[in-house]
């Protein structure tokens, strides 16, 4: 009889889940890797949905219950992860938390880190920035968290050029396509051992 042991990867997001969406479908017949949870602040947010048709469980939480409470916290404890992947998730993650998982919190940015990292840094503002500065490559980078904002060591990076018509809106279809073709084949990488 096989006793595989699964590894798991829990889901911090906030927004419309796109990377989650194809973060469970790549790992929906997985022979070593599952999802097993998505933590959410936000009741509204269209990730739930996604994360439901999957069959994921879910927990939700405020800002204030993340920051002054232990509830997320001891949550993870328990699941025990193997890895945490914040896949748009727009809050910042507390030291008690990445104290924890040293090394095992990852997130993705869309941009070129440490360039166009930071306070502001999110959304449509990265690629306005990006073409405001007349950058000539942007790209993703997927890092480990600490406490500090985008700050943590880069995992993967993948570059793209960016084109004189592009607007921040072309440039951020165009990043989101290689966030969703490299994000699930780096965690794999990672849970697999590589880098
Ligand atoms: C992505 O661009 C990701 O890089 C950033 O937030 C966005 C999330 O998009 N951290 P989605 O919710 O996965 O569609």
Do not use: W
């Given at each position: ?30 022979q070593i890797?599952k ?5 959410c ?19 939700l ?37 990445t ?14 880190l ?19 500065k ?40 165009r ?12 965690i794999?990488k ?6």
């Amino acid at each position: 009889m096989s006793h595989k042991k699964h590894k798991k990867v829990v889901l911090f997001a906030s927004g419309s889940g796109s990377n989650v969406q194809k973060i469970c479908e790549y790992f929906q017949n997985h022979q070593i890797i599952k999802v097993t949870h998505l933590y959410c602040n936000s009741s509204k947010a269209r990730v739930l949905e996604k994360a439901k048709a999957f069959g994921i469980d879910y927990t939700l939480f405020n800002k204030a219950e993340l920051l002054d409470s232990d509830k997320v916290l001891e949550n993870l404890l328990k699941t025990r992860p193997d890895l945490i992947v914040l896949a748009g998730f727009l809050l910042k993650i507390p030291k008690k938390i990445t104290e924890k998982f040293s090394n095992k919190i990852i997130n993705i940015h869309p941009a070129l880190l440490p360039k166009f990292g930071g306070r502001g840094m999110f959304g449509i503002n990265i690629h306005k920035a990006v073409i405001d500065k007349k950058e000539k490559r942007t790209g993703i980078s997927i890092h480990y968290v600490n406490e500090k904002y985008d700050q943590g060591a880069n995992i993967f990076q993948k570059e793209i050029s960016v084109k004189e018509s592009d607007t921040p809106q072309t440039l951020s279809k165009r990043v989101l396509k290689i966030e969703h073709e490299y994000f699930s084949k780096t965690i794999e990488k990672i849970l697999n051992g590589g880098k």
